[in-house]
């Protein structure tokens, strides 16, 4: 079972920038795909960037493409989320996600099979 903590959230005003990380430990497969999902206050969690272990595949959400990057560092075990030009509607807890080489196609929250415990980010206009 891998471990997943998130950190790097907070309260920001609209347009300034935010990188999460999620560091990973614990048995977590080389294969496995890691991402980033999100949800807002009475809303269901969506998907919002995944990568796979070599980094070369990434997906992005269209509602935060041109935005958000996200990116790994193997050698750390971390991944990130280089958040840009947030906005009120970014608002949200950001969960770190594993799941295998599917949920990058997927996207599915049903698919992931580890989930880190969350990091708040606030977006103020």
């Known amino acids: 079972q891998a471990q997943l903590v998130e950190s790097g959230g907070g309260l920001v005003q609209a347009g300034a920038s935010l990188r999460l990380s999620c560091a990973a430990s614990?048995?977590?497969?080389?294969?496995?795909?890691m991402a980033w999902f999100r949800q807002a206050p009475g809303k269901e969690r969506e998907f919002v960037a995944a990568?796979?272990?070599?980094?070369?595949?990434?997906r992005i959400a269209e509602f935060v493409k041109g935005r958000f990057t996200i990116s790994r560092d193997n050698a750390k075990n971390t991944m990130y989320l280089q958040m840009n030009s947030l906005v009120p509607e970014d608002t949200a807890v950001y969960y770190c996600?594993?799941?295998?080489?599917?949920?990058?196609?997927?996207?599915?929250?049903?698919?992931?099979?580890?989930w880190g415990q969350g990091t708040q980010v606030t977006v103020s206009s």
């Open positions: 996600a594993a799941g295998p080489p599917i949920l990058v196609t997927s996207t599915r929250v049903r698919d992931v099979r580890s």
């Open positions: 614990g048995q977590i497969s080389s294969t496995y795909v």
């Open positions: 990568i796979n272990w070599s980094g070369g595949r990434t």
